[in-house]
C-alpha cells in the first residue's frame, strides 16, 4: 500500500512537494482554500512529470494517487507526512498547526516550509512541538534536491532521523542545520546576494541582464558543483586554504560590498576553516579536485550548449564562428572537392565523451555521426528553415564498426560518403580518425519524412538534386570495406 | 601569421589566460621572475589542454607558440594584446605600467586581471592611459567565459571595441562595466556571501562542508543558468517581477544576514528592477523560462551524475536503491525467469536526451542500449570490481534499427537476449519498448580484451560460464526478426 503525504497549502512551493510525493510513489492529500488550487498544482505537475522521471537512470514507482480536500482535517487523514507551505506569516501558520494536530497522527512528521522562522517559533505552545521540524525546499522543488531540515531540542532523535529517511526517499538531500538562525543557511546567502544587487542596480552599476550574466558566465557555474569553500581550496592550490584566506582576508576591510558588517579576521577563524575544509576535501589532492571541477564544468556547459542557453549558447556561437577556418562546409558550393569524401566533423574528444579511464564511450560514436550526418544535410540544403517546413531525414539503420580506441582531448576528424540518395533514400558511410588512424566506421540508411504524417516522402526537388549530385561524384571512390556487412557475418 | 600576446605575471591566472592564448592559436610570451614559472604555467597548461579543446563541437585553431622572456621589454615585443596578472598591489602594478608602456605598441590593448583596482587607479600617471583597462577573468580562466571589462573615459573606443572583439574570439564573455567600482562586479557577490560564511562559521551555524552542500545543491545550480534576477522572475510566476519582489522586500529589514546595510526599498527601484528584468527575459513567457530552466537544470544534474559528483552523485545512488524494486537484477541469481530475454534497463526518457521536438534523438539510442550491455555485463559479473582487476568487454560492432519514436517523458525497457557468448565473444540483442510497443532493436558483437594488451583475450571461467548459462536457455527463443541483417538488404 502506498505511503500517503498531506500538502498543506498548494502553489509552487506546496505543488513541487507534491509532484515530489506523487511521482514518488505516494498518495497526495491536499488542503488549499485557494479555488485555484487544484489548476495551479496541475501546472507544476505538468512540469514535474515532463523532468523528474528521467532524472535518473532508473524507474521511479507508479505514481500515487493525488486527491483534493476540504479541510484540514480530512486532508491529514492517514498521513505518515504533512508538508506546511501557507503564506510566511507566524500566526497563520500556528493556527494552521493548532488545527491540523487535533488530527493527525501522533507519530506524522509535520515539516513546514518556511524560509524564514525558526523551529522553535513553530513549535512554541503546541501540543506535540516534537513533531514540526522545519523542511525548507527550493523551486523547482520537483527538481532540486537541497531540503534545509531544521530541527530543536524538542524533535526527538527519531523525529529527526524519520525525516531524512523520507526526505533522502524522495531522492531529496536533507542537510541537518542543528543551531536554528532566521533564514537557515541557504537563504542567508540568497539574502546577502540579493541585497547587493539591489545596491549595484540602484547606483546604476549594473542592470539585472549584466548581474545574471555576472553570475552564470562565472561563479555560479563553479557553485553548481562545488561551493564556496571547495572552489576556493582549489583556487588556493597546493599551498592550501590557509595561504588562500591569507590572501582573501585584507579584502574584508575593503569596501569590496556594501555590506560592511563583517567577522573578525582572527587565527582562530583561519584554524577553523582550514581544519573543517580538510575534514570535507582532505581525501582529494589539489590536482584531483582541479580535474574534477574541469570535468564538472565541461559537463555542464555542455548540457547548457545542447539547450543553448547561458555559457553553453555562447560557446556555440563561438563554435559557428570557427566553421569554416576549420574547413567545414555549409553549402555543397562551399565543398572544395566533391569527388572526395566530405569533411564533415573536426574536433577534440570531449572530457564528457569519455569513460572514467578518459576513453571515448561507445555511444558517442554514434553521437559523432549524427552530427556528421546533421552537416550533410545542411551541405545538402536540409538546413533548419527547410526543416521547419515540415521536411528532414530519419535514420532508420545504421552500422558502427569500432576499429580502434581514442582518448579525451585527442583530434577527431570524420569524413562522410554518399553511397547512395534518390527518392526518399540517403545511404550514408562515414569514417572518424585520428589523424591517418581509422577509428571507427558508421553506415547509415536514412528515410526523408514528412514531420507532419511522420511517414516517409519525396525531399523537396533541390536536396534530392543535391544529394544525387554528391552520390555520383562519390560513385568513382572505390567501394569502403565493410559496406553492407552484417555482425557475425566472416570479413 | 599567428597573434602574439604578451602574459606579465604568470600563476594561476595568467596562467589560465596564456592557455587561453595559445589553445587559440596565438603565440604566447611570458614575462615572470619566479624561477618556477614555466613549471607552474604547464601545469595549468595540462589542465586546459585536457578540457578547453572539447568544450566545443569544432576544433580550434593549431596552438600557438609559447616562450619565457627574461625582460619585459623582450616579452611585449610584437604583442597585440598584453595581460597583467601580477601581485594585488598598487604600486607594483604602476611600476609594470611604466615599464611596458616604454616597450608596448601604442595600439595594444593592456589588460589588468585585477579583482580589486579601478582602471583609473592603474591609469593614473600613465603615458598612454587610453590603452589600459580591466579584463578581470574567473579561475579556471581557461574553462570559465567570464570577463569583466571595466574602463574609464580615458578609453577611446577604439580600444574598448578591440578589447571586445579580441575577448570573444578567445570563445569569452566580455561583460562591459561601464562604471568603475571597487571589485567590479562578480566579486562584490562572492565577498559578500564570503563575509556571511564567516559569520555562519564562526557562529558554530555550519561547517564549511555544510554550507557547500547548502549551495551546490540548491541555488548554486540555478545560478549556472539564470543568474539572481531571471531566477526570481520565474520564481514570481504569472504575477511578475513586481509580486516576487513585494514578497522579498520586507526581509531587507529581517536578521536574514549579519550583512545590514540595506538599501531602501522604494517604489522607484521595484520599478527599475522590474523594468529592466522585462527588457532581459520579457521575450519569453513565465512557462518557456520554466521550462527551460528545467531542461537546464535536468541537463547539468546528469553532467553531475556522469562524473558522480554533486547533486548528480545523489541521484545515482537513489538510482542505485531503486533498482531492486525496479526489476532490474545484479547477479545471475537475481534474474527472475532466465529462459526469458533478460530486463535490463526501465526507465523514463530524460530530457537531455531528447531533440528540440521531444524526440528522443539518434545517438541515445545507443547510450539506452550501452547501458543495457553494462547491465548484462554486470549480471554475468563483469563488475567494477572484475574491471578493475584487468579484463572488460569492448564493443566492436554495433547494428540499430530504428522502428519507431519516443518523447522525452515516455517510460522505455530494454530486454536483452544472448544470441551468442562463448570464449571471447558475446554477442547479444536488445529490444527497446515503450509498452508493448517496439521501438528499437540493437545488435552488438563485444570482444572480451585484457585491458593491460588493449587486445582481445578470454575471460575469467566464471564470467564465460555464466554467459553461456543465459545463451543456452535463450537458444530456445525464437530468433529475433532482423538478427543478423545488414544495411540496405531487402527485409
Known amino acids: 500500500m502506498n505511503k500517503t503525504a498531506a500538502i498543506i497549502g498548494g502553489g509552487v512551493i506546496g505543488g513541487g512537494w507534491a509532484a515530489r510525493f506523487l511521482l514518488n510513489g505516494w498518495d497526495v492529500r491536499v488542503f488549499d482554500p485557494d479555488p485555484e488550487a487544484e489548476r495551479k498544482i496541475g501546472e507544476v505537475l505538468d512540469n514535474a512529470r515532463r523532468s523528474l522521471p528521467g532524472l535518473g537512470n532508473v524507474a521511479l514507482p507508479a505514481e500515487g494517487t493525488l486527491s483534493f480536500h476540504d479541510t484540514v482535517a480530512e486532508a491529514v487523514k492517514g498521513a505518515e507526512w504533512v508538508q506546511e507551505s501557507v503564506p510566511e506569516r507566524l500566526d497563520l501558520k500556528q493556527k494552521v498547526y493548532a488545527e491540523l494536530q487535533a488530527h493527525v497522527a501522533s507519530d506524522a512528521v509535520i515539516g513546514s516550509s518556511t524560509s524564514g522562522f525558526k523551529p522553535s517559533e513553530l513549535q512554541d505552545g503546541r501540543d506535540v512541538p516534537g513533531q514540526i521540524v522545519v523542511t525548507h525546499p527550493f523551486n ?14 524538542a524533535n526527538p532523535a527519531g523525529v529527526v532521523d524519520r525525516a531524512k529517511e523520507i526526505i533522502s526517499s524522495l531522492g531529496m538531500y536533507p542537510l541537518h542545520v542543528k543551531k536554528e538562525i532566521d533564514a537557515h543557511i541557504a537563504d542567508r546567502f540568497l539574502e546577502a546576494v540579493w541585497r547587493e544587487a539591489l545596491w549595484l542596480v540602484k547606483d546604476g552599476i549594473a542592470t539585472t541582464e549584466e548581474i545574471d550574466e555576472a553570475i552564470r558566465m562565472g561563479f555560479g557555474i563553479r557553485w553548481a558543483q562545488m561551493g564556496l569553500f571547495e572552489t576556493y581550496r582549489v583556487a588556493g592550490g597546493e599551498a592550501g586554504m590557509k595561504h588562500f584566506m591569507a590572501q582573501f582576508g585584507p579584502a574584508l576591510k575593503w569596501p569590496w560590498t556594501k555590506l560592511m558588517d563583517v567577522p573578525e579576521f582572527t587565527d582562530e577563524l583561519v584554524d577553523l576553516i582550514a581544519g573543517q575544509s580538510d575534514a570535507q576535501s582532505g581525501h582529494l589532492s589539489i590536482r584531483e579536485l582541479e580535474r574534477a571541477r574541469d570535468d564538472n564544468l565541461v559537463g555542464m556547459m555542455r548540457a547548457l550548449g545542447a539547450n543553448n542557453w547561458g555559457a553553453g549558447a555562447l560557446q556555440n556561437a ?52 549524427a552530427q556528421s550526418t546533421d552537416r550533410l544535410m545542411l551541405i545538402i540544403g536540409c538546413t533548419p528553415e527547410y526543416i521547419a517546413s515540415g521536411g528532414s531525414y530519419f535514420t532508420a539503420e545504421t552500422h558502427i564498426r569500432h576499429i580502434d580506441e581514442v582518448h579525451a582531448g585527442h583530434p577527431i576528424q570524420v569524413k562522410t560518403r554518399v553511397i547512395m540518395g534518390a527518392g526518399k533514400k540517403m545511404h550514408v558511410w562515414h569514417e572518424m580518425f585520428e589523424g591517418d588512424r581509422l577509428l571507427a566506421t558508421g553506415e547509415h540508411m536514412l528515410l526523408h519524412v514528412d514531420l507532419e504524417t511522420r511517414r516517409s516522402a519525396p525531399p523537396a526537388p533541390h536536396i534530392e538534386a543535391n544529394l544525387v549530385k554528391i552520390a555520383e561524384a562519390h560513385a568513382g571512390l572505390p567501394a569502403p570495406e565493410g559496406l553492407g556487412r552484417a555482425i557475425g557475418a566472416p570479413r
Open 140 to 153: 523547482p522543488v520537483y527538481l532540486l534536491p537541497l531540503i534545509e531540515l531544521v530541527t530543536t531540542p
Open 318 to 369: 563561438h563554435d559557428k564562428a570557427r566553421e569554416g577556418e576549420a574547413g567545414l562546409a555549409s553549402t555543397i558550393e562551399e565543398v572544395a572537392d566533391l569527388s572526395q569524401p566530405i569533411l564533415t566533423q573536426t574536433r577534440v574528444v570531449p572530457l564528457d565523451w569519455t569513460d572514467y579511464n578518459g576513453h571515448m564511450t561507445e555511444s558517442r560514436y554514434l553521437d559523432a555521426f
